[in-house]
């Protein structure tokens, strides 16, 4: 089964910004679109899919966010001011404002691709101003977890 991130963003994960997060934190790896351009596959170089970036969906309604994950670890990057208000503050105006949502699904049985889904997630959280809702099972490494 593989394990699952969400980048939530305030601006949009481009494609550009999720290869220049990919650069920051693996040195080589093969990076192929889908024939519809939905999803990013990254490859390594037998060729096995490591990780699967989806395009991100804009979602006009925050609250979906905390219905469809309560209670799910929510991690800022590092370098980054924390936690932007729009994931915690209450909403300004008569409307929330609308979020990014982006998945990246990491290979089960494939060794350290959820180190590199958790490197690359908050990589790109950390370009679009987000976060991150990592899996509930993940072990974080210790340089990515948070300060009390």
């Known amino acids: 089964m593989s394990s699952d991130w969400i980048v939530m963003s305030v601006d949009e994960p481009t494609e550009g910004i999720v290869l220049e997060a990919l650069r920051e934190v693996v040195d080589a790896v093969d990076v192929r679109s889908s024939p519809d351009g939905h999803f990013l596959g990254l490859l390594d170089d037998q060729g096995v899919v490591l990780l699967v970036v989806e395009r991100p969906k804009l979602i006009r309604t925050p609250a979906e966010v905390s219905r469809l994950h309560p209670g799910a670890d929510i991690s800022a990057p590092s370098g980054t001011a924390g936690i932007p208000d729009v994931f915690t503050g209450p909403a300004h105006g008569d409307r929330p404002a609308p979020v990014w949502w982006q998945d990246l699904h990491a290979s089960?049985?494939?060794?350290?691709?959820?180190?590199?889904?958790?490197?690359?997630?908050?990589?790109?959280?950390?370009?679009?101003?987000?976060?991150?809702?990592?899996?509930?099972?993940?072990?974080?490494?210790?340089?990515?977890?948070?300060?009390?």
């Open 108 to 148: 089960a049985n494939v060794p350290r691709t959820d180190h590199l889904a958790d490197a690359l997630a908050h990589a790109v959280a950390r370009r679009s101003r987000g976060v991150v809702v990592v899996p509930r099972t993940i072990s974080r490494p210790p340089e990515l977890q948070e300060a009390p």
